[in-house]
């Protein structure tokens, strides 16, 4: 099966957010530990950043590390952030050869010094770079994410609004959320993107994360390309119809 859409598909999601929902399970059903899961999961977002361009998405999004990860033990979250570090300074090499902006989402005080520090590098490096997106959530959770945007603007005396709004949210510099796609079986978004979800498209896979691959990704689009996208108002076909 070729990795482009059917010519005849015009709908395409610009903006894909993914939950990799499935890493430790994976790691587990394989009789690996956890950290391997997340590996086999770090590189398949790399396959399917290739892919996501391949197949006419501009921006893809991932939730790596949520504001409850830090719940789980030291231990695995060491691990986490090693092999953060060993991704991002790889991560960096194709960002800048590629021309990829890369955006990181999240709170950025509780990070190691030394991973922030990197993280900031390279979204600095990266920032004029117009190709193709790639946002990393990281120490990010939905909620947080408002009451930081909220706070700046109550600090900064301005209307609460919805512009306003959007304007302090992670995601300001980035198209908006046309499909969120949740690996690994469970179907609630768990406060990912809590206001950019208000009219994004769900779709839920039980496929681990690890073995979601290009082909998956594929078929997750090509169900985006027939829903009709309301906004909360009329279908297509009642607006065509009048």
Known sequence: MSLKL??????????????PDGNRRWATNKGLPPILGHKKGAENFEILCDAAKDLGVKCITLWGFSTENWKRTEDEVENVFNLARELIK????????????LIHLGR?????PDLTKLMNEMVEETKSFV?????????????????RALTKIREKGLELNDENIENYLDTSEMPQIDLIIRTGGEVRLSGFMSWQSAYAELYFTDTLFPDFGPEELKKALESFSKRDRRYGGNSTE????Q
């Open 6 to 19: 059917d010519e005849n598909i015009k709908n395409t999601a610009l903006h894909v957010a993914i939950i």
């Open 90 to 101: 790889k991560f960096s090499k194709k960002c800048i050869d590629e021309k990829i902006r």
């Open 108 to 112: 950025k005080d509780r990070f190691p």
């Open 131 to 147: 190709n193709f997106i790639i946002g990393i959530a990281a120490d990010y959770g939905g909620h947080d994410e408002l009451i």
């Open 238 to 241: 009642q607006v065509n119809s």
